[in-house]
């Protein structure tokens, strides 16, 4: 009787909401499915089924074998804690260099100057030119004997470096171009940010004697913490993610190599299209995510966010 | 095996992948979609052949040019669906591996197979999976010593015959000036076969990378840039690219490479003239690694009928000929080379007696998973980060764990 009441009156609703609940099931939650259980057999390409070919499957259940084989960190199996290890630092120095510096870009760009449209249009760009043409024009600047930034550093009076050689230089190369490529959101997101902080606040800081620094910390940090905090969740889950920059700049590098460029190497890059290792290192990645996510907002529910 | 490093990347290959799901054949018996993955200088004149074919064997074709650093990803990803090309031009390598994966037909028993004795050896052997035939030859390459004419006739000296020679004339050819080493894997494997080394050995099943044979061999190599004889790259991704503007620049007198680089070569100002690009064998004798292409049939093909036809005429004598006059690839069948325009082709005659000389190659499913380990590895020697020996015992480890588990190491 309720539930005839509550579709009665909110059939509307539940109409406009069943179509978009259809398609995630079948878009996200069926895949996602599949993944898990693939996680649990040892399905490769000469082991899936194929109804084209009259093929059955012969994949096997192996139980909990690759999460064991993957958690070992054995090198076999793309050495999972050193991976992760690389995976935690790309993230934290790109995130930290992309708030950092968009913050002070925001800053700037939010006084009175002369030309802010022009430079506003100009920081935006990098965001603007698709990734891969940004990576091969980073190779190509980065290149050890060509490249210009190599020029530049002989110029004035610097060894010339192997950015992008086997060494931990090809980490901070793929740093450099993923910051030269982030920093536009966010300061974008921070200028929005700032620009809705009441100018009243900042005046009457003033008033009180506050000095550039003390209304910088005082006024302009509380009030974009909304923002950033959103931001900064946004940037880490897709740096975390961030495959295009590293791929298409170091290739298969180890010395670059995160999480999702090895279950990339393993799907598709490598010739065995091992699906089972790949799909475990998909899920491990993805619960790595979920509990920052968690411990994320935790933290900032305590400080009075709502995320 | 990628030869040509990934110019167009990887995530281009992720699209081409879901792509791949739309393209391909058309379920037609009387259409024959051929997946082209020749370079743009050489596409228009397969795609003239092919349609020559077509005409005469009264079906149609459709040519898909694809890139060849994503066609066995976009192959496997089409044809695991069903869907795809009905005839692939696969790497050598690729073959086996798509013959155990069950994506290619059996060409035993068709009349393709029949008629084999008119083709090379080694590029034969690249057909066969466990005893069956699963492609014909397309063409064949050889990895040679390219040299730039001048710079060797100013410097008073001859192409060097062997690696040590290379070291006592490079003073005359401005110490590292006189060679650039591209530290890619396939680059690697003239070194590592010189000294009688191998990846495998497939007969007793054992891993040999790391024998003394095999790093007296990649030793070669790295006594070549400790001896100012040479220089490289020590960027791996832009190795390749930094090779041939060094080449092309007039920086280096001397690079490895093969027969599919001339084009882009005789572009440049210093090779303007082509006489002045010149092509010795590769110092040493029978160390360089055979590659080339192979025609494949996907199993499922609606075409199949057709695509016999279409592949017998696209491998025959004359067409051979005529794609080797025009883009100077390397025919696979003997009586090709006979013909007068190709005869008289200068980078096929200089490529000729290179062909006969070339090393075998293991011809197993992992053949190509063998190569990108052994990329790692080699960077690093090169680099002078790890020692020869210690690399290549870290390769056999990473070839018994990930790559043949089923082999011993020695």
Redesign the interface.
Known sequence: MRLRNLLARHWFAYAMVAPVVAVLALLVVFPLLQGLFFTFTDIN??T?A????D?EASYEFVGLDNYLNVLSG????GSFWATLLRTVIWTGACVVCHYVIGLALAVLLNRQLRFRGLYRVLLILPWAVP??IS??AW??L??????LVNRVLEAVGLPAQ??????DLALVSVVVVNVWLGVPFMMVALLGGLQSIPSDLYEAAEIDGASAWQRFVHVTLPGLRSVSSSVVLLGVIWTFNM??VI????????HTRILVTYA?ERF??????DYALASTYGVLILSVLLVFAAVYRRAMRRQGEVL | MMRRK?TV??????VG?LAAGCGGSSGDPGEVVFWDTSGPAESGVFQEVATDCARTGGYRVRVETVSFDQA??NY?TAA???QGPDVLRADVGWVA?LA????IQDLTGTPLAADTADFLPAPLASTQHEGKTYAVPQVTDALALFYNKAQLAQAGVEPPKTWEELKQIAPQLGGDRALFLNNDEYYALPFLYSQGGDLLDVDSRTITVNSPEAVRGVQVAKDLLDAGAART??????SY??MK??FTSGDVAMVVDGPWAVPEYTQSGQFADPANLGIAPLPGKGTSPVGGHDYVIR??SDATEASIKFVQCMSSTENQAKIAARLALLPTRQSAYDDPAVAQHPVVSAFRPLVADTHDRPWI??N??LL?PL??AY??IL?G?KETGAALDELAR?YQ??VVPDYAQR
């Open positions: 390409d000469t899936i194929n109804p084209v070919l093929r054995d090198p076999a199996h990734v891969f990576a091969f190779r190509y980065f290149n050890s004997e060509y490249g192997v950015w992008l050689g086997q060494s495959f295009p791929y298409l700049i170091t290739e298969n590098n180890p990339f598709f890059s490598g010739a065995t299209r | 990934a990347g990887a995530a281009l290959g992720l992948a066995l990803n496997k695991q669906g069903g591996q155990q994966a069950g994506l790259a020590l960027d791996q991704p832009n690219t930094t503007a060094a199993q499922g499913p992992e190509a998973e990108e990329q790692t960077a690093d680099a980060r990473t764990t990930s």
